[in-house]
């Protein structure tokens, strides 16, 4: 394809000045973003320190309730799969089961029966009595999760799951599942908070805290009560503030926060509830200080960002014009590429072909056109599947694009139709790579499960006409290689042969 020979011309030039003109007002409005911006920003620093508090502790909120509520889900999934199974003895299956690692990062599993006798180990019997986990399972519905414990068995923190269960053709019980309380408190991490930011699950009626991040690493996991070792070093002034704010949070209230000092620090604290474990809230406690650090660290980033953007945009608008007013007249309101397979599409391979065999006229043996069908395609979605379909197509262009990429124009023509300009008519070696691509085409499958697929094996039909042998343009080798094409399904498919009858299979 010849570059545009007016690029640069006076009346390019004209045509420029629009964007320049953009591109000027551009950087104007863009300097005066960023000079309100940073006058923003100076400003909202010294008032922001509930706000972003705040924000840290909702982020860490959803992603505890999120991380819970794909556990939940998990659980209730298992349940369903389970009841489905119908299974009498809920011995054997809790055996089975208790043998196994599934990998879901549950510490254990177990059933409670229809009459109450609950299948676990000794260890975590001893567990029900003592936490009274029996009478959570009776609020599933169709879940129910414990309180935060320590277990006995491993020494970590840990909380379980109830969920609905039927077996043995109706009978209700419930399926638990029992998880390391790490698997939540990992959750407290967040890119936002500073390393001085404390996170702690407080349950609101007892006071206990169990703290989930801080800077200092071996209070992690650690439980505490929070009246006796928070509340008493807070300033005088400042308890009144603080038994407030946690009589909000005995109220159930779903989110407050509170300022208060210790000796010359002040903190932000705020506490939101989690939605799937009740009395129990997600408490984020920082500095003030820190608060300050943070921000004038985010905001050098800001800066830094904004810079690099800045000078990546003005890049951009600089060569994506230049490329728009070389390309424009041929590449305007044109698709190239087959959006499933990512060859050429119909329209970009016609309009390369006739530009490419344009220039070629006079020389003999240029070029070869193959058009190929995939044999028996739509017997393919009949039986496996559209998605299959689909995969088989996209594996197949994959192939032919490994085989005749290089020095060659390849485009999907229809649903299952392909046709490949050649830049060479050596018909031997064009034979030899037809032959490869029936050995790549007998190894796609419709799936990757043998037993579905069987004794499915994927072929194709192929006409080809050689340029200007056959005919002096791509409609004449177009129609060329279509009769060659109908030679080859008329003899029963599967095989290739080129125009004028001259066999090459």
């Known amino acids: 394809m010849k570059k545009d020979q007016n690029i640069g011309s006076p009346n390019e030039i004209t045509k420029s000045i629009p964007f320049l003109r953009m591109l000027v007002v551009y950087l104007v409005v863009c300097g005066a973003g960023v000079a309100i911006l940073l006058m923003s920003f100076d400003s909202l ?12 502790c909702s982020l860490v909120t959803e992603k505890m309730n999120n991380s819970i509520r794909y556990m939940t889900i998990s659980a209730e999934n298992m349940a369903e799969v389970l009841s489905a199974q119908g299974t009498d003895d809920l011995g054997e299956l809790y055996e089975n089961l208790a043998r196994s690692d599934d990998g879901s990062g549950y510490e254990s599993i177990g059933f409670i029966d229809e009459e109450g006798n609950v299948y676990a180990s000794p260890a975590e019997l001893a ?17 129910s999760i414990s309180a935060p414990y320590r277990s006995g068995n491993t020494g970590h923190s840990v909380f379980t799951i109830f969920t609905n269960y039927t077996y043995a053709g109706g009978k209700k019980g419930y399926l638990f599942l029992t998880y390391p309380l790490k698997e939540i408190e990992e959750m407290a991490f967040t890119e936002s908070a500073t390393k001085d930011t404390e996170i702690w699950l407080m349950e609101a009626a007892s006071d206990n805290v169990i703290q989930c991040a801080g800077p200092d690493s071996t209070s992690i996991g650690g439980w505490n009560n929070a009246l006796l070792s928070i509340r008493k070093p807070i300033n005088a002034e400042f308890q009144d503030d603080y038994i407030e704010w ?15 000092e210790i000796g010359k620090e002040t903190y932000t604290q705020v506490f939101s509830k989690i939605d799937f474990m009740h009395g129990w809230f997600v408490v984020v406690k920082i500095p003030s200080s820190s608060l300050s650090s943070a921000l004038q660290t985010f905001r050098s980033r800001v800066l830094i960002f904004l810079g690099v953007l800045f000078v990546a945009t003005v890049f951009i608008f600089i060569i994506s014009h230049k490329r728009e007013t070389a390309e424009k007249r041929v590449l ?30 006079k020389s003999k043996g240029e ?10 395609f739509k017997q393919v979605n009949d039986r496996f599947g559209h998605e299959a379909g689909d995969r088989i197509l996209t594996e197949f262009s994959a192939a032919l694009r490994e085989l005749f990429g290089e020095g060659s124009y390849i485009s999907r023509y229809g649903g299952d139709e392909f046709v490949v300009l050649v830049r060479n008519a050596d018909k031997d070696n064009i034979n030899r790579q037809l032959e490869l691509l029936q050995k790549h085409a007998e190894k796609i499958k419709p799936c990757d499960d043998p037993q579905e697929y069987g004794d499915f094996v994927l072929t194709f039909s192929c006409g080809a006409a050689v340029f200007p042998e056959d005919a002096g343009d791509l409609k004449g080798l177009e129609a060329g290689a279509d009769s060659a094409l109908y030679t080859v399904k008329k003899n029963g498919r599967n095989g290739f042969e080129w125009c004028a009858g001259n066999s090459a299979d």
């Not at 009595?129 to 399972?137: Q, R, T």
């Not at 946690?246 to 208060?260: E, G, H, I, L």
């Not at 305007?332 to 006229?361: C, W």
């Not at 070029?367 to 028996?376: E, K, N, V, Y």
Request: hydrophobic share 40%; no cysteine; aromatic share 10%.
């Open 127 to 143: 567990e029900f009595d003592k936490w009274g986990l029996s009478d959570i399972a009776k609020l599933a519905d169709p879940v």
């Open 332 to 361: 305007e309101n044109l698709s190239i590429h087959d959006p499933l397979t990512s060859v050429m599409n119909r329209r970009a391979f016609d309009f390369t072909a006739k530009q490419y065999l344009g220039k070629n006229l």
């Open 246 to 260: 946690k009589n909000k949070m005995n109220q159930n209230v779903v989110t407050a926060n509170v300022s208060y």
């Open 367 to 376: 070029a070869s056109l193959l058009f190929i069908d995939i044999d028996f």
């Open 45 to 56: 620093m010294r008032s922001h320190d509930k706000k972003l508090t705040g924000n840290i």
